[in-house]
């Protein structure tokens, strides 16, 4: 049984792969503050929240249950007690349901390690990547995870702060650590800092494995590199030399290696939902994906990978998958007419879509859009840009089975 905290756990990429790979164990916590994760991630893993509880408290009795957490509603910066008091009273419901079910601690800088379980086998990281990231050099931002910026990549030293916390508390640290990050993490410009980090963990008694990782290699029909790192605490030299061993006869790094694996290849039209005749669902999806007619947009198409020709020409393996779609450049465009007037001849990717090129199952989907609710007036709680973001913040589950098939293996048969 391994018992697992998953720090920054968004919708919960990681629980998904130890399931699918049936690995026994228990989320003994989640940390995350961004709110729309924290009630996605309860909806997917937990199912339809029964809300009856908290139909007996008034709006006024939530926010106080709630003032005491500090959330965000889109990830970057704290939400105020005003900005609390403006949401409805059935989003308070769906919060304080998703945080009490997923056993959700919210904010990292508020968790100390004393307020984690005593017994941890496995604390997944996977920080912000927005100040790691090209995307934020290209705008001038090359902070990254340096210790005194005091921005989001930062976050990374909340978990060394908690480590430490723990070890002086004499509270045992975890087995395993796994961190997923951006590729820029080990460029010449936040190499210095990723070094620093992996010599603390060494201090602690770590044995870091790092691995840059394709979903493309991993049966997802994505171009999505990921740097991970797998931290194991060994208790001495003699195991220290069998973790090396395991590590150089079963790198995941090495393509030959992989090949022996025999991963099964998913192609892009397994999970594009074109059966629109078929399907009204997928039908409106695709209306809803639809951009506008506007230059911008038709530089849009011009300049991006085109994944389906709309007759029978895919594309075999698309671009990375981000927080956003209508944006240049793009995950790709499918060529498509709905016949509505002033809409481009394309459409883009469904958030249906990218969480199966993510690698999350058609039901996980269906199951957070089955268990949407108004918030207001015809307006939905998951709109699209939430869906989106959700998705382009997630990690690709497949990647991690291989990964947690490794912690398996380690914590089964050289650990214990």
């Not at 409106?284 to 994944?307: F, H, L, M, V, W």
């Not at 998958?321 to 995950?331: A, G, L, V």
């Not at 709905?338 to 249906?352: A, Q």
């Amino acid at each position: 049984m391994l018992r697992v905290v998953e720090s920054f756990s968004g919708i919960g990429s990681q629980v998904k792969a130890l399931k699918n790979i049936g690995v026994e164990h228990e989320i003994v916590a989640t940390i995350d503050w961004d709110i729309n994760a924290i009630i996605a991630y309860d909806i997917i893993h937990n199912g339809k929240p029964n809300l009856q509880e908290y139909k007996t408290l008034s709006k006024n009795e939530l926010v106080e249950i709630l003032k005491k957490y500090k959330l965000s509603s889109n990830g970057k910066e704290p939400l105020t007690l005003s900005g609390l008091k403006r949401m409805s009273k059935i989003e308070l419901e769906h919060l304080l349901a998703a945080i009490k079910r997923s056993k959700n601690l919210t904010s990292i800088t508020e968790v100390k390690g004393s307020d984690l379980p005593k017994e941890i086998d496995l604390f997944t990281y996977s920080f912000p990547c927005q100040d790691l990231s090209i995307a934020g050099a290209w705008h001038g931002n090359n902070s990254g995870i340096d210790r005194n910026a005091n921005n989001r990549s930062g976050m990374l030293w909340e978990v060394e702060r908690i480590l430490f916390e723990r070890r002086n508390s004499k509270l045992e640290l975890p087995k395993f650590l796994l961190m997923e990050n951006v590729s820029n993490i080990l460029s010449n410009t936040h190499k210095k800092n990723f070094n620093e980090w992996k010599s603390i963990l060494e201090e602690m008694g770590y044995f870091n494995v790092v691995y840059t990782l394709n979903a493309q290699d991993f049966g997802i029909p994505q171009k999505r590199k990921r740097v991970y790192m797998l931290s194991i605490q060994y208790k001495n030299e003699n195991v220290k030399k069998i973790l090396e061993e395991y590590i150089n006869n079963n790198n995941l790094n090495d393509g030959f290696y992989r090949d022996k694996l025999n991963i099964k290849q998913k192609k892009i039209d397994e999970i594009l939902r074109i059966d629109y005749d078929k399907n009204d669902i997928y039908r409106e999806e695709a209306n809803n994906s639809q951009p506008n007619n506007t230059p911008s947009r038709i530089k849009i198409y011009e300049e991006n990978d085109r994944i389906y020709d709309g007759n029978n020409k895919f594309i075999d393996i698309i671009s990375t998958i981000t927080t956003k779609q209508d944006r240049n450049p793009n995950s790709g465009v499918i060529d498509y007419n709905s016949g509505i007037i002033d809409k481009c001849r394309f459409r883009y990717l469904t958030p249906r879509e990218c969480f199966m090129l993510m690698g999350f199952d058609e039901k996980d989907f269906q199951i957070l859009v089955d268990n949407d609710f108004y918030i207001g007036k015809n307006k939905n709680f998951f709109v699209y840009s939430k869906l989106y973001k959700l998705a382009g913040n997630s990690i690709v589950v497949n990647v991690l089975e291989y990964i947690f098939k490794q912690v398996e293996y380690i914590n089964d048969n050289i650990l214990n």
